[in-house]
């Protein structure tokens, strides 16, 4: 009865189910879609059923054993595919070619001396199956190399035609070139086989490289310089460059590469550019040159300073730029300070050293120093006077005594007291002066200088009254600049052209005049000059010059009127006709020009260039005008403008 009254315990689908049955009023003839329950017969407890366990192993085992037999067997595949290839192309493939089949053997020497002829020999041999076609053998030499046989031309690459070579051939080719290159460098030659294969237009290539050793140079340099250089004093170097190559260098420049703290003074020949570069053109086997200069150099005692000069191809034209090396050289000197410094100085207000001139007067100064930490007893001086130009008789001292037989002149404690005891970093001055003697001709290259010789000796004195016989010895050369000479002159009745108007000139009435121009010049060649003046606007250019060769410019915007006269030589004028030109030109006057003579040029100007000093050049010459003072026909009176 309890079971009975006991409700019944429905799930929320049984519910769901009867309340369909309940509004059909029967049995549904729906289907349910729910699928039907399965028992899987899981074991709810944590119990230790053996028989619930599942044992995998026997099928990993299996897998496992699938794949490596599956590897195995790939493998295996591979290998006999790849020794089936390896054994066609070794016995039934003729056609392909490889590069690692072609030999390429250089023979020659593993050392030259620059600018003699290299010699190679290259052995090509063909290992392929098949003939290589179209073959070439291409040598490419360094660049500067030079032909052997054309000692001239550059040789840049080497090209040799073989055609074809067959299987197993050998074949030889000869290499001949001459090479330059700094000492202890090394050159490349890269030798290229460029060959096409059979039913191929593509082009194949073989490489190798061939390196030689410069054992020497081609050019011998050596550096002539004193081991020790005095600060600030000027000394002279000179370079010798001897040519040591078998055949033609060409276009050899020298580059010089200046120590630190040197003073460029000057140069023989002068340098092309920046004052260390030189181009002496093409040398020719045996060829000696030489250059010097003269500088000075600053810096500590002690101090060594380096030349550095390179030779070369100068580049492209340009010859200040060296693209191959011919030879080099590395040179020192020692920088000392003078125990007793001594100097002379020739100079103008400006600081400048003078330009000395026929007839000019030189004024110098002797100025010394104790450098030592010790006193400098008993000095003296000796300055010797070497120059033909030199005029004996003018020769002044301050405090000193001139020998005329010796040409020197001294200073010592009994002129100049200052020199019995010189303190340390103590010093004096002294001076002189004379002139130069004039000169008339340009024939005789000796008198172009003036040498001065200076000479100090004293004696030290240190501490423990020991004594040490100290010299200084310094010298300057001073360049006689040339005198060139300016002459302007106007004519009427005289002259290259025939000149017409009425004389005296007259208002509204045109009078042609000629005008001459004369340069002479006496001992160095000038360059670049030019004359100049103006023409005033009532003064109108007729064109007409003489002699036609002449370079005469006028300028009718401005009025300038310029002659080019370019290189001036020695001895014009003297050893030599003179320099002349002349011009023709017209007046025409105005009403306020009456009654006073009339300037038909401005004043006029030579300006040059010593080519021996460097020095500017300048003359001048007063205007020319209508009174025709070297007109041997002028009469007085005819310079005055009438109406």
């Given at each position: 009865m309890a079971e009975i009254n006991q409700p019944e315990q429905l799930s929320s689908l049984d519910k769901f189910k009867?309340?369909?049955?309940?509004?059909?009023?029967?049995?549904?003839?729906?289907k349910s879609t729910i699928p039907p329950t399965k028992d899987f017969k899981v074991n709810r407890t944590w119990a230790n059923d053996d028989s619930t366990l599942v044992d995998y192993r026997p099928a990993l085992a299996k897998k496992a054993n699938t794949f490596l037999w599956r590897l195995f067997w790939g493998a295996l595949i591979f290998f006999l595919a790849t020794v089936a290839v390896a054994v066609y192309v070794l016995f039934f493939s003729a056609n392909i070619v490889s590069s690692n089949n072609i030999d390429l053997l250089i023979t020659g020497p593993a050392q030259i001396r620059s600018g003699d002829e290299?010699?190679?020999?290259?052995?090509?041999?063909?290992?392929?199956?098949?003939?290589?076609?179209?073959?070439?053998?291409v040598l490419n030499y360094p660049p500067g190399t030079m032909d052997p046989v054309i000692t001239d031309k550059e040789l840049p690459i080497q090209r040799e035609e073989l055609n074809e070579l067959a299987s197993g051939q050998k074949v030889d080719v000869a290499g001949r070139a001459i090479i330059f290159g700094g000492q202890n460098t090394t050159r490349n030659i890269k030798v290229t086989l460029e060959y096409r294969i059979p039913d191929s237009n593509a082009l194949f290539t073989k490489e190798k490289v061939y390196t030689v050793t410069i054992g020497s140079s081609s050019l011998d340099l050596s550096f002539q310089l004193p081991t020790d250089v005095n600060m600030g004093k000027e000394f002279t170097g000179t370079l010798k460059v001897v040519s040591n190559a078998q055949g033609l260098l060409r276009n050899c420049a020298i580059q010089v590469e200046w120590p630190a703290g040197f003073n460029f003074v000057s140069a023989s020949p002068t340098p092309v550019k920046s004052n260390n570069v030189w181009f002496l053109g093409d040398l020719v086997p045996g060829t000696e040159k030489e250059i010097s200069f003269t500088g000075s150099l600053t810096g500590q005692s002690g101090d060594l300073k380096s030349f550095k000069v390179l030779a070369g191809l100068a580049s492209g034209g340009g010859q200040d730029q060296i693209s191959l090396e011919y030879g080099n050289l590395f040179q020192t000197v020692n920088l000392k300070r003078d125990f007793v410094s001594a100097?002379?100085?020739?100079?103008?207000?400006?600081?400048?050293?003078?330009?000395?001139?026929?007839?000019?007067?030189?004024?110098g100064d002797i100025v010394w120093r104790n450098n030592l930490a010790d006193k400098v007893i008993n000095s003296s001086f000796d300055l010797k006077l070497a120059g033909p130009l030199i005029n004996k008789r003018t020769v002044q001292a301050s405090a000193g005594f001139y020998n005329s037989i010796a040409n020197a002149i001294s200073w010592d404690e009994r002129t100049l007291p200052e020199l019995k005891i010189t303190p340390p970093d103590e010093g004096g001055q002294a001076s002189f002066s004379f002139n130069l003697l004039p000169l008339s001709s340009g024939s005789d290259s000796s008198v172009k200088e003036i040498k001065l010789q200076l000479t100090f000796r004293g004696t030290r004195l240190t501490g423990e009254n020991q004594t040490e016989e100290i010299v200084t010895k310094t010298e300057k050369t001073i360049k006689v600049s040339t005198l060139a000479q300016l002459t302007a002159k106007s004519v009427y009745h005289t002259g290259p052209f025939k000149n017409t108007g009425p004389l005296p000139p007259q208002v509204g009435q045109e009078t042609t005049y000629t005008v001459n121009w004369t340069v002479s010049n006496t001992i160095n060649d000038l360059g670049n000059a030019t004359v100049r003046t103006i023409l005033p606007p009532s003064v109108k250019w007729l064109g007409q010059i003489s002699p036609l060769d002449e370079k005469v410019v006028y300028n009718q915007t401005s009025g300038e009127l310029v002659w080019n006269l370019g290189a001036v030589s020695s001895g014009v004028g003297y050893d030599s006709p003179a320099r002349q030109v002349s011009f023709q030109i017209s007046l025409l006057p105005s009403l306020s020009q009456v009654g006073k003579p009339f300037n038909l040029t401005g004043q006029t100007t030579l300006s040059s260039q010593d080519l021996f000093t460097g020095a500017t050049i300048t003359r001048t010459a007063s205007p020319v005008s209508t009174e025709l003072a070297t007109d041997p026909n002028f009469v007085?009176?005819?310079?005055?403008?009438?109406e």
């Open positions: 009867r309340r369909l049955e309940r509004r059909g009023g029967g049995s549904s003839d729906l290299l010699n190679l020999q290259v052995t090509v041999v063909n290992k392929n199956k098949v003939t290589l076609n179209s073959v070439d053998l100097g002379i100085y020739l100079a103008d207000e400006s600081g400048r050293d003078q330009v000395i001139f026929p007839s000019g007067k030189l004024t007085d009176g005819q310079e005055l403008i009438i």
